[in-house]
């Protein structure tokens, strides 16, 4: 029994590590996307008033991308997981990453609204087939799906003001 209690201590402590990896992959892309194409044609853009301060961006994102980690993390440890889900949950950070650069990189911001849009749909069909069969993962999703609902008010605001 201990040895089986080591084994899956070890496949628990691996799948988290992976997750995180592949998880923060999207964050570290779409992080030095922003970081090295943002300036000076963000700076110059009209802002609506709600705007958040820049420096609010960063800690948000890390906690929202660490709780993706441990709500993908929880499902895959689940008796009922199934792997279209995981396809999703790794299909729905390529559209995350896909925002920056359409978004900082190439400065397309409707685009980026129409990327955006797809991407709240996939959490939101994460959060259905998570609440199916883990609720823990399914709690941890929904402030990422709040703050992708406010970067598409952000996003549109952006669109009308310029």
Known sequence: MLMYNT???????????LFFV??????????????????????????????PPDWIFAPVWTTLYLMMTIAIWNFWHSKNR??????????????NTTWSIVFFVF?????????????????TILLFRF???NMIS???MIPYLLWCCFALVLNLNLIILN
């Open 107 to 123: 400065h397309k911001m409707i685009l980026a609204l129409a990327v955006l849009i797809l991407l709240i749909c996939l959490i």
């Open 131 to 133: 609440r199916r069969v």
């Open 138 to 140: 399914f709690y941890m």
């Open 82 to 95: 199934d792997m279209n889900t995981v396809y999703i949950y790794f299909i729905h950070l390529i559209f």
């Open 7 to 17: 084994i899956m201590f070890k496949n628990k402590f691996l799948t988290f590590i």
């Open 22 to 51: 592949i998880t923060y992959s999207a964050s570290a892309i779409g992080g030095l996307a922003t970081i090295n194409f943002k300036e000076p044609w963000y700076s110059l853009l009209a802002k609506p008033t709600f705007n």
